[in-house]
């Protein structure tokens, strides 16, 4: 038997007539009375009839699950966020961040989309490999993501393949040859592609990747990064560079070396990714890319509106935001093959 407002009224104690303001429209009414509403309403699988939508809301949502637990204080997608907020504020669109413990395992976030009437959603920072981010994707909901294309849904993505290729080069012309790459978690086309093109550019080099040099750990941990870090630097054949999974990895990185008293970069070279301020602002100065972070929140602002103002033109728009190599000074001549 379909949910209906009656039965959510009853269930969490309120008129049918304030559940169905909530469901409809949200206008006036508190913001933890909304979220109980529409957290039960997902639970017990209400499916709003088209009588209760509104054609558009002018709200957008977002979705940032940082599993680091950075939140907006996130270095690299706290910028990101900041320009789509202002683009899209700039355009009288209002934005919803969306909790990802609604998600669940089945269809929560398109229903609760579908609740709030959002008219698109905004994906950043997501586990893309889960099944309620994909349902989400594969919805009647128009979406934009970051860094992970997907049908019929528009993206906007930083060119992580060159990037990785231009440390690799960088490293090699600096006369490194034992380069290892201490990556992120595997549950993105981020990490992917920059593994892959690791694996690629040694390979251009005539470079072999001993056992190990290429590993998993977590973005923005510096305790699982200081420990495969560590773990390298035990190594009797341990690497002369190592390339770090971002720019916030440095200082798990650091720790590892400090202990085993040596310095960066005459004895270890490092290179981390994302170019952020404060790592440029370290002496020596972080070797790393430079992801346009700010560019990136403003494009998929525009694609997202775009699709929104005409909703008849192209489902599916990428974009690639070029990189930059900041040369920095943690990578340091080597002559040891």
Not at 100 to 121: I, K, M, P
């Amino acid at each position: 038997m379909a949910v209906t407002i009656g039965n959510i009224a009853q269930k969490c104690g309120l008129p049918e007539a304030v559940v169905e303001r909530i469901l409809s429209s949200n206008d006036g009414i508190d913001f933890s009375i909304q979220r109980n509403v529409l957290d039960l309403a997902c639970e017990m699988g209400y499916v709003p009839d088209a009588s209760h939508i509104k054609k558009q809301s002018r709200n957008i949502g977002v979705l940032f699950a940082d599993e680091s637990f950075n939140g907006l204080t996130h270095p690299f997608f706290a910028s990101l966020l900041n320009a789509f907020k202002t683009e899209v504020e700039n355009d009288n669109y209002d934005l919803t961040f969306i909790n990802h413990s609604v998600g669940g395992d089945g269809s929560g976030f398109v229903d609760y989309c579908r609740y709030r009437n959002l008219d698109g959603v905004l994906l950043a920072c997501v586990d893309f490999y889960s099944r309620p981010i994909k349902q989400l994707l594969d919805s009647e909901i128009p979406c934009v993501s970051v860094d992970n294309p997907w049908p019929k849904q528009s993206c906007v993505l930083s060119d992580n393949r060159s990037g990785m290729k231009l440390l690799v080069d960088y490293a090699v012309s600096m006369g490194h040859s034992r380069i290892a790459f201490v990556s992120g978690q595997r549950n993105s086309e981020v990490t992917e592609t920059r593994r892959e093109e690791y694996l690629q550019s040694m390979a251009a080099h005539k470079l072999k990747v001993l056992e190990g040099y290429l590993s998993e750990a977590v973005y923005s941990d510096n305790q699982v990064v200081y420990e495969h870090v560590k773990k390298l630097l035990d190594r009797k054949d341990r690497p002369t560079c190592i390339l770090l999974p971002n720019d916030a990895a440095l200082f798990g990185a650091q720790e590892a070396v400090r202990e085993q008293d040596l310095r960066i970069p005459a004895d270890i070279s490092l290179a981390g990714y994302d170019g952020i301020p404060l790592t440029q602002t370290l002496r020596p100065q972080l070797t790393t890319i430079h992801q346009k972070s700010e560019e990136m929140g403003r494009k998929a602002a525009e694609l997202l509106l775009g699709r929104l103002k005409h909703p008849d033109g192209p489902l599916e728009e990428m974009v690639t935001i070029p990189v930059e190599l900041i040369k920095g000074s943690t990578i340091g001549w080597c002559d040891v093959w």
